[in-house]
């Protein structure tokens, strides 16, 4: 068991209010910035930082839940922290928090659950910045110019360079703030920020340098950029149609011939002089025909029956590299271009490896220069190509659609 030493600063995390500004239906520390709440992401940058005692001050009603996220947020320091019920205003919410201080805790942090992607870098700054008389805020300069209105009439500039936007967490000496929050109590004044209410009773407050990534959520355009901060979609998925992304295809082909025809050998684009021809319509050339149905496959486009079949007595006799070209167009007038092909061949005959470089260029040449690898294999002299009595190819290929909107679109 790990035994952490009692810290001698405390954080009170108010998350108490209704959020009507951003107006999601819940409590704002219950609203999803991703899958996770405002109040989850505000606890994981508190928890990351220096130990601290964690109050977190809850709306009434939804302890369960903030000491839920607490948990989870906590982890092995989830022991440190606390959860009470917060009060109408904030200013009785944080002192409903300042009741829950542990008695070693000498330095305390109030901050907004609201200001969730707050670094921990800045309330260990915060924290570090804190002295026995001293309070702290974090602030940023102000970039917008200013003017004093009354009602729809400017009645007067205002120096931005003598202003500064304050933020959160705000650090004071204990003892001095809760003497504020006491007299706050009795005079019933109510303040914008814990800052104002501890200079009223007199105490002094220096800034150290705040960060862009305290601001405060309150309006839906606050939650969308924290949901761009933290590169999330929406809570909501289903309220858009996700972008579609193109995939390549891939496809497989195959071909057995058997020996028995004409004239010579023609295999992967190239004559064989010497070598028995293979019996079929066209030349033969089982390579090229299972290019052919790969690539056919890969664009969801038939097979090289549909296309170059006893229906097409055109291509009786043609050799491979014609139906390649041919399927080469095929493809491309229906949007598809050609990633690259492996294609295998079984067969004892012919000693293939000595023209493997010619064949394959010849093959890619016909496909407009994808390139096409060719391997051959034996079978230890089993099935009918170890028999010798004909040749079969395996072919694997791969297209993409390219400019138009194709069967190779998907909906991710
Ligand atoms: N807060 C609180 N108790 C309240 C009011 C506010 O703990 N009675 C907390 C909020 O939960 C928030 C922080 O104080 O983390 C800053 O307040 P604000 O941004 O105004 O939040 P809400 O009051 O919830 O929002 P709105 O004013 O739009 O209703
Ligand atoms: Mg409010």
């Known amino acids: 068991m790990t035994l952490i030493p009692v810290p001698s600063a405390a954080i009170i995390v108010v998350a108490a209010g209704s959020g009507t500004r951003l107006g999601a239906g819940a409590p704002k520390a219950f609203v999803g910035i991703d899958e996770r709440s405002i109040l989850a992401h505000a606890l994981e940058g508190v928890f990351a930082a220096d130990p601290l005692q964690v109050i977190v001050v809850a709306p009434v009603g939804r302890e369960g ?40 805790v000498r330095t305390v942090l109030v901050h907004d659950a609201a200001r969730a992607l707050t670094p921990s870098s800045l309330i260990d700054a915060v924290v570090a910045a804190v002295d026995e008389r001293t309070g702290v805020i974090p602030a940023l300069p102000v970039v917008d110019t200013l003017k004093k209105v009354d009602d729809d009439l400017v009645v007067a500039a205002v120096d ?61 355009a606050d939650l969308e950029r924290a949901r761009h901060l933290i590169g999330s979609a929406p809570a909501a998925p289903h309220t858009a149609p996700r972008p579609a992304a193109v995939l390549p295809r891939v496809g497989v082909g195959t071909d057995v011939h058997a020996f028995g025809g004409d004239g010579v050998l023609w295999l992967a684009g190239l004559e064989w002089p010497g070598e028995p021809a293979l019996s079929g319509h066209s030349d033969g050339d089982v390579v090229a025909h299972a290019i052919v149905d790969a690539l056919l496959a890969a664009a969801g486009l038939g097979d090289i029956g549909e296309h170059f079949g006893t229906s097409h007595p055109e ?37 293939f490896s000595p023209r493997r470089a010619e064949a394959e260029g010849v093959l890619s040449a016909a496909l407009g220069g994808a390139p096409v690898s060719v391997s051959a294999t034996t079978t230890d002299g089993l099935g009918f190509s170890g028999r010798a009595e004909g040749i079969a190819a395996t072919a694997v290929a791969l297209v993409a659609a390219i400019g138009q909107e194709r069967p190779g679109t998907l909906e991710r």
Do not use: C, M
């Open 65 to 104: 839940e903030a000491e839920a996220e607490l948990r989870a947020a906590g982890g092995d320091r989830a022991d440190l922290g606390v959860v009470v019920t917060g009060g109408e205003t904030r200013q009785s919410s944080v002192a409903a928090g300042l009741a829950a201080l542990w008695g070693d």
């Open 160 to 220: 931005r360079a003598v202003l500064a936007a304050a933020q959160t967490p705000q650090g004071f000496p204990r003892a001095a703030l809760e003497a504020s929050y006491a007299a706050a109590l009795a005079s019933g004044a109510e303040y914008t920020d814990d800052a104002a209410l501890f200079a009223a009773a007199g105490h002094g407050v220096r800034r150290i340098p705040g960060s862009e990534r305290a601001f405060k959520i309150t309006t839906g």
């Open 315 to 351: 291509y009786a006799g043609a050799h491979g590299a014609v139906f390649l070209s041919r399927t080469r167009e095929i493809l491309a007038a229906a949007g598809y271009a050609i990633g690259n092909v492996s294609v295998q061949f079984q067969g004892n005959r012919p000693r």
